[in-house]
């Protein structure tokens, strides 16, 4: 009964969507770890971390596809959110750094050693046990898009406007991030990681058990982004992103209901950064760059805005593209190419990758019936 | 506040004016419970304006808007605040949501909690098929509840609004223009229902279409440069020398 629900919920590409990321989580650490190297199977350590990272990828994707595809809301500025999960994460593996840094102090990261830092900020304390440090993941991106949506959304700040002061968020926390001042690195950020829950971070099996926590993770911010969609809340956010004055007019406080799926959105994107520091081993201000916002922002237009799959989908072949593509001696042209997919998906498939399989799908099915029917009719006379 | 007023709704010297333009001029208006009235005037004349003033989305620079026996002062609440009360406005051109179904479009009018959390979990996903049906049946738009609200013809989505607003049960219903764009026989139908809904709720209704006014057989009040002109039976206002003045031009 709850299955069969949940079976409904999910919809046709949700599920075959959990059963490709499930079957990836075990595949490939196994690929990874039980086939020898040297086997056509296995798969190096190296091409997992970096599936690892599309996998983030697409998890932040869905992230902003709730608030942009659902609720209409286009930020400009959900890296912001992406990059504080990723800091919250990045600042619990200084810790654990403990005496084997450069200037073997046991409390203090090297940095702040450098800056000649007498004691530990108060912003760094309790990063050292993990559950605080995970509290924070969710709360400092949370608390963030409380404060910002609770401010734009009252004053009813919408349309390109709001997309403009995500935008300068973002960029804030970007300039502000560098300095060193701050107490965060400055620009080069948090790096040089060892351990994480006691495992060598850049062991194979750590790595292996990282993946696996991502897919983990890509499936729970899928199922709760489904189910938020599916609800009479999903077709509320609908109603505002289409007609926002109407939805007022109705009675529904219109800045309270974009506020939750914000907050909710900003906290998937913390989460999603979080898990994606400690696979490419460094955190820095680049990640508040307006630019990883934008980009965002098309794989999500790419794979096909308002579908959530299609968002994951949207940010794993563009981010795969973007490997190959700068890679080589194309890697100058990158960004051409990437605008360039932009205007023809645009202009060629308004509904993104997912919108040309489902016209793929009806059309087959269509052709399908037809060729059912001549066949009925000509067996008809025998 | 001090005065006393038996009126459904009641409007005294209501100003309004955007860069000096007066779009009210010290309009009083008064509406009894139960009671249907037609607003007619030329364009603007401030109809919507007044309209808007009593929803809660423009702001009256003066005068008393007062709402179910002068015991609300409309004039401190805001647009979701005042459909809470029990006011509500069918759009001159009809907005609903077009990516939803005929049935889900009532589903989220329908009178209860409308906080983000009972859309998430609450009561509003335990809603009875035929208490949405009920509404539906109303408008005549039962055999359309599983197609998108987008795909209904102009005077459908007119009738489906209408629904939506019934199903917000509010004391008083504003409505612009529904014959707008409508066919003969529709806007006969519309009419009826109107005298349907009146039976129990007070209807202010905006419409240019004289034949449909006179169909509706209530009080008619004319609104010129943001106050009232005339107000009457349709024939009165309808001989009043300055209201063919003003329709025919001087």
Redesign the interface.
């Known amino acids: 009964m709850i299955t069969a629900r949940f079976i409904r919920l999910m919809e046709g590409r949700g599920l075959l969507f959990l059963a490709i990321v499930a079957a990836v989580g075990v595949l490939i650490p196994a690929c990874n770890l039980l086939i020898p190297p040297g086997s056509p199977l296995h798969i190096s350590t190296g091409t997992m971390v970096l599936i690892g990272k599309y996998l983030c990828y697409a998890m932040f994707a869905i992230a902003l596809d709730l608030v942009w595809g659902y609720c209409g809301i286009l930020s400009l500025g959900h890296g912001a959110f992406f990059a504080l999960g990723g800091y919250a994460m990045g600042m619990y593996l200084m810790r654990q750094i403990g005496s084997r840094g450069v200037y073997g102090n046991p409390i203090l990261p090297d940095f702040m050693v450098f800056l000649n830092y007498k004691e530990l900020p108060i912003t760094w304390w309790g990063f050292q046990h993990f559950p605080y440090a995970m509290l924070m993941v969710l709360l400092v991106p949370g608390l963030l898009a409380f404060v910002f949506g609770w401010l734009a959304f009252r004053s009813r700040v919408t349309g390109v406007y709001l997309s403009i002061i995500t935008q300068a968020m973002t960029y804030a926390l970007w300039l502000s991030f560098f300095r060193n001042d701050m107490g965060f690195g400055g620009n080069n950020g948090l790096t040089d990681f060892k351990d994480i829950l006691g495992f060598n971070v850049q062991a194979q099996g750590t790595r292996a058990g990282l993946f696996v926590a991502t897919c983990v993770a890509l499936i729970l911010t899928f199922v709760i982004a489904r189910l938020?969609v599916a609800?009479?809340?999903g077709?509320?956010l609908?109603?505002i992103r289409?007609?926002e004055?109407?939805?007022?007019?109705?009675?529904?406080?219109?800045e309270?209901?974009k506020l939750?799926v914000w907050v909710v959105s900003a906290m998937m994107a913390g989460v999603a950064g979080a898990l994606y520091v400690p696979q490419v081993g460094i955190i820095n201000p680049s990640e508040f760059h307006p630019a990883n916002s934008i980009e965002a922002v098309v794989w999500v237009a790419i794979g096909g805005r308002g579908t959530l799959v299609g968002a994951a989908l949207g940010a794993v072949v563009v981010n795969y593209l973007k490997t190959i593509f700068t890679s080589g001696w194309l890697a100058a042209y990158w960004l051409f190419a990437l605008g360039g997919l932009f205007v023809l998906v645009t202009l060629a498939m308004p509904k993104g990758l997912i919108g040309v399989w489902e016209d793929v799908r009806s059309r087959l099915k269509s052709r399908k019936a037809v060729a059912d029917s001549k066949a009925a009719s000509g067996q008809a006379p025998t | 506040m001090s005065t006393v007023t038996q009126s459904i709704l009641y409007l005294d010297g209501v100003s309004v004016s955007f860069d000096g333009f007066k779009a009210l001029r010290s309009l009083s208006l008064t509406l009894e419970p139960g009671e249907m009235r037609a607003i007619i005037g030329p364009n603007g004349a401030g109809k919507t304006t007044m309209m808007d003033v009593i929803?809660g989305?423009t702001r009256c620079d003066e005068g008393d808007v007062l709402f179910d026996k002068g015991s609300v002062d409309l004039t401190r609440f805001d647009?979701?605040a005042i459909?809470?009360i029990g006011i509500?406005?069918k759009?001159q051109k009809p907005?609903?949501?077009?990516?939803?179904t005929v049935a889900?479009n009532v589903?989220?009018?329908l009178k209860g909690d409308?906080?983000?959390?009972s859309?998430?979990?609450g009561a509003?996903?335990r809603i009875a098929a035929e208490t949405i049906d009920r509404y539906l049946t109303i408008v005549r738009l039962i055999d359309h509840r599983a197609r998108l609200a987008g795909d209904l013809s102009h005077g459908q989505k007119q009738w489906l609004e209408i629904a939506?607003l019934l199903a917000?049960d509010p004391k008083l219903l504003l409505i612009d223009e529904p014959v707008a764009g409508m066919t003969d026989a529709e806007t006969e139908a519309t009419a009826d229902l109107l005298k349907e809904i009146n039976k129990d709720h007070s209807v202010i209704v905006v419409e240019h279409d004289m034949g449909f006014v006179r169909a509706l057989g209530c009080r008619v009040t004319c609104l010129h440069e943001g106050s009232v002109l005339a107000e009457g039976s349709i024939d009165a206002v309808a001989g009043n020398e300055r209201v063919v003045e003003v329709y025919l031009g001087r």
């Open positions: 938020i609800s009479t809340y077709k509320v609908v109603s289409d007609a004055s109407r939805t007022r007019f109705l009675g529904y406080r219109v309270h209901h939750l | 929803t989305k647009e979701a459909a809470e509500g406005r759009f907005t609903v949501f077009e990516s939803h889900d589903l989220l009018a409308r906080g983000p959390f859309a998430l979990f509003r996903n939506m917000q």
